[in-house]
């Protein structure tokens, strides 16, 4: 009964190829984030969606682009993978008053 | 300049030690505080979470936020090897704003 999920844990895929990630949450939360973060520990938030409305949309290129189907579930699309996407992406979820809840991460190394 | 800033450590302390961990940052607007705590290979989850300043205790763990000096602490007593990750403070300035994160500060407790 894991609250927020994520698949593949792990992805290794070449430059130029495109791939998507998914998330879901049985939390019933509202709101939905997608963070990045760097071989540095540095989490930074890309995108966030609150009942499927996309409400923070940071500067990343458009060469990824989230979809929220329902409110449980956000995933992310990357086209054109390049070498500095390598990273690990995190999915979490809240209620808008409250503090967030994150997957265990998608490890995506682009070679 | 980053609006938080954490020291990355790594902080290596032996077992039974007090351990403080601290955060300063540049936006006075920031009245939500949080500590994550994250082990290898896994998301980030939450520690402590506060409003506005003051302290907040919870077993071994005690969160301080100093908003005039804008400087948030993490203090934990009795520090065992199972207390050995990183810890990312986290902080935005309303219900509905933005988590922004510190770097995260790699933290080693040695029986």
């Known amino acids: 009964d894991t609250a927020v999920s994520q698949t593949p844990k792990y992805l290794v895929t070449q430059m130029g190829n495109d791939k998507s990630i998914k998330c879901e949450q049985n939390?019933?939360?509202?709101?939905m984030y997608w963070y990045k973060q760097d071989s540095k520990k540095f989490l930074k938030i890309m995108f966030s969606?609150?009942?499927?409305?996309?409400?923070i949309n940071e500067t990343v290129p458009n060469r990824f682009s989230p979809k929220s189907p329902d409110k449980a579930h956000l995933n992310l699309h990357i086209n054109s993978l390049e070498l500095g996407d390598s990273a690990v992406y995190f999915c979490?979820?809240?209620?808008?008053?409250?503090?967030?809840?994150f997957g265990n991460g998608t490890r995506l190394t682009v070679t | 300049q980053k609006e938080v800033e954490q020291d990355p450590g790594p902080l290596s302390v032996p077992e039974g030690a007090i351990v403080s961990l601290n955060c300063t940052y540049s936006?006075?607007?920031?009245?939500?505080f949080m500590w994550y705590r994250q082990y290898s290979r896994k998301g980030p989850e939450l520690l402590m979470y506060?409003?506005?300043?003051g302290n907040k205790e919870d077993g071994r763990f005690t969160a301080q936020v100093d908003k005039s000096s804008k400087y948030i602490s993490l203090f934990i007593r009795d520090s065992q090897p199972s207390d050995s990750a990183t810890y990312l403070c986290?902080?935005?300035?309303?219900?509905?704003?933005?988590?922004?994160f510190g770097q995260g500060t790699e933290l080693s407790v040695k029986p």
């Open positions: 936006n006075s607007a920031f009245q939500y």
């Open positions: 506060t409003y506005s300043s």
């Open positions: 979490a979820s809240s209620r808008a008053d409250s503090p967030l809840h």
């Open positions: 986290a902080m935005k300035g309303n219900q509905g704003g933005k988590l922004i």
């Open positions: 939390l019933g939360h509202d709101t």
């Open positions: 969606y609150n009942n499927k409305e996309l409400i």
